[in-house]
């Protein structure tokens, strides 16, 4: 079982991902779907953008691109 250290932050990620999600949204909605079924890709700059926000790869350079 997760300890609560655990628990929030995945929840602290999940709630980015969220917010994250809503700034990019404005660029259009389909486009967004579109790159979630794996329909259209996701410019690589704008997913690194997503990728930093979202808290998923390190500021300090250590992306492990």
């Keep these: 079982m997760p300890n609560i250290a655990t628990f929030l932050k995945a929840e602290i990620s999940r709630v980015a991902r ?3 999600r809503a700034e990019v949204e404005a660029l259009r909605k389909r486009g967004w779907q579109q790159w979630e079924a ?3 890709a996701m410019p690589p700059g704008l997913f690194e953008l997503f990728m930093l926000k979202a808290g998923q790869w390190p500021l300090d350079g ?3 691109l």
Aim: hydrophobic letters at 20%; glycine letters at 22%; aromatic letters at 0%.
């Design 62 to 64: 250590n992306a492990g």
């Design 38 to 40: 794996g329909d259209r």
């Design 18 to 20: 969220k917010e994250v």
